[in-house]
């Protein structure tokens, strides 16, 4: 267990209204990251944070926001959220091992239904 | 950026059969993992990887990054096994981030 909670764990709401969704960690890890999971496709990365205020974008950024204000905390916004939104969402950390990211660890995940 | 393939897709085993998984990346790599999925959506490290090879139990895992690809080894598999099986890397040209690969997706029967 590396301290990762996920807020809310489950969530339905309708299309064109924000939301966002918050990842919670008690350990002090430097790196955060948000991904989303869909039938077919795997985990893909959204965003990830490698610092407070540093962050940077994934694979299918577009249609998503993040902010990191402190290090616990890391928040992944849907200004207007549309069906295409969704899906499973995971939050992950990793510790640097020297200079580099190293292993992660997932939270329990976000369920996300946009009507 | 980097491509993370995964086989076989899918398999079906009887309970107490030995499988092999395999995963093939693109670039090279300076941080592998393996991920067990189970039926309630829990991601469960299974082994850092990015050489080498180690034993954890039942499990085993391989990964020869000179010719970047990786092996899960599944001996005498158990009902509980079951579930989704993911390597992710992390290229050496973009570190920062972690791709998955689209996953292995397991059935032990009894």
């Known amino acids: 267990d590396a301290g990762i909670t996920q807020s809310p764990r489950h969530k339905v709401t309708e299309t064109g209204t924000p939301v966002t969704l918050r990842c919670h960690q008690t350990?002090?890890?430097?790196?955060m990251y948000w991904y989303r999971q869909d039938p077919g496709h795997g985990l893909r990365l959204i965003h990830y944070?490698?610092?407070?205020?540093?962050?940077d974008k994934g694979e299918v950024s577009d249609g998503y926001s993040v902010s990191r204000s402190k290090t616990e905390d890391f928040l992944l916004t849907l200004e207007s959220a549309t069906s295409s939104q969704t899906s499973v969402y995971f939050c992950?950390?990793?510790?640097?091992?020297?200079?580099?990211?190293?292993?992660?660890?997932f939270g329990p995940g976000t369920r996300l239904t946009v009507t | 950026g980097i491509q993370v393939e995964q086989s076989p897709p899918d398999l079906i085993l009887q309970e107490g059969a030995n499988s092999t998984l395999r995963c093939n990346f693109s670039?090279?790599?300076?941080?592998l993992q393996w991920f067990h999925q189970n039926p309630w959506g829990q991601l469960i490290n299974l082994f850092y990887i990015p050489s080498g090879t180690k034993q954890n139990g039942r499990l085993s895992a391989t990964t020869v990054a000179t010719e970047r690809y990786s092996l899960l080894y599944i001996s005498s598999s158990q009902t509980t096994d079951s579930g989704v099986y993911f390597c992710?890397?992390?290229?050496?040209?973009?570190?920062?981030?972690?791709?998955f690969g689209p996953g292995t997706s397991l059935s032990v029967i009894p």
């Open positions: 992710a890397v992390r290229s050496t040209t973009s570190y920062d981030k972690v791709i």
């Open positions: 350990e002090n890890h430097r790196y």
């Open positions: 670039d090279s790599v300076n941080n």
């Open positions: 944070s490698y610092g407070v205020k540093d962050t």
């Open positions: 992950a950390i990793s510790e640097p091992s020297g200079t580099l990211p190293y292993e992660q660890y």
